[in-house]
T-cell receptor, first 113, second 111 residues
Framework: NAGVTQTPKFRVLKTGQSMTLLCAQDMNHEYMYWYRQDPGMGLRLIHYSVGEGTTAKGEVPDGYNVSRLKKQNFLLGLESAAPSQTSVYFC????????????FGSGTRLTVV | GDSVTQMEGPVTLSEEAFLTINCTYTATGYPSLFWYVQYPGEGLQLLLKATKADDKGSNKGFEATYRKETTSFHLEKGSVQVSDSAVYFCALGNYGQNFVFGPGTRLSVLP
């Protein structure tokens, strides 16, 4: 049972480039989330989804887009990367929100130069 | 809205010392409470949880009791090890709602 898998694990982008981060879960969870974690800081919610075909903005959505075309996948896109988006990105999933806990992926470390 | 407050640290202890990391919350309804641990370079892992008042969660020698009267969920361990060095997050969760995380507490255990 893989849980939550994030790809890639590391990436270096040049300013202005685009990329997509993939999150896949095999637990049949309804809810999925994208967070970013900056050095010495906690987690900030970027976007989330409460089911296939739905997305919603979190705390820091600017500069990111997401899609949830399949229940098991949640994609995070950066259309024009900026140095301020250098961070570690975590995906998480849950059954139906926070009451049952979240399962996290191992993270994607993104550097924008 | 719901919120979680936890001591921000950093906390530095010697091996075999007693650990307490305070966590208090404000919430509507009857949330579940969680402690997550993040080891260096890794994602967050569930350490323990409690789903109702007076429940005690425990794992790997860590314990926390859901105290509704004091709105607290303090994390304790009787004897810490160097391998416990990590960041610990307290979190609150309700059905159908997003998690509310505390800011995290960095623990360093010295040999």
């Amino acid at each position: 049972n893989a849980g939550v898998t994030q790809t890639p694990k590391f990436r270096v982008l040049k300013t202005g480039q685009s990329m997509t981060l993939l999150c896949a879960q095999d637990m049949n969870h309804e809810y999925m989330y994208w967070y970013r974690q900056d050095p010495g800081m906690g987690l900030r919610l970027i976007h989330y989804s409460v089911g296939e075909g739905t997305t919603a903005k979190g705390e820091v959505p600017d500069g990111y887009n997401v899609s949830r075309l399949k229940k098991q996948n949640f994609l995070l896109g950066l259309e024009s990367a900026a140095p301020s988006q250098t961070s570690v990105y975590f995906c998480a999933s849950s059954y139906f929100g926070g009451a049952y806990g979240y399962t996290f992926g191992s993270g994607t470390r993104l550097t924008v130069v | 809205g719901d919120s979680v407050t936890q001591m921000e640290g950093p906390v530095t202890l010697s091996e075999e010392a007693f650990l307490t990391i305070n966590c208090t919350y404000t919430a509507t309804g009857y949330p579940s409470l969680f402690w997550y641990v993040q080891y260096p370079g890794e994602g967050l892992q569930l350490l323990l949880k409690a789903t109702k008042a007076d429940d005690k969660g425990s794992n790997k020698g860590f314990e926390a009791t859901y105290r509704k009267e004091t709105t607290s969920f303090h994390l304790e361990k009787g004897s810490v090890q160097v391998s416990d060095s990590a960041v610990y997050f307290c979190a609150l969760g309700n059905y159908g709602q997003n998690f509310v995380f505390g800011p995290g507490t960095r623990l360093s255990v010295l040999p």
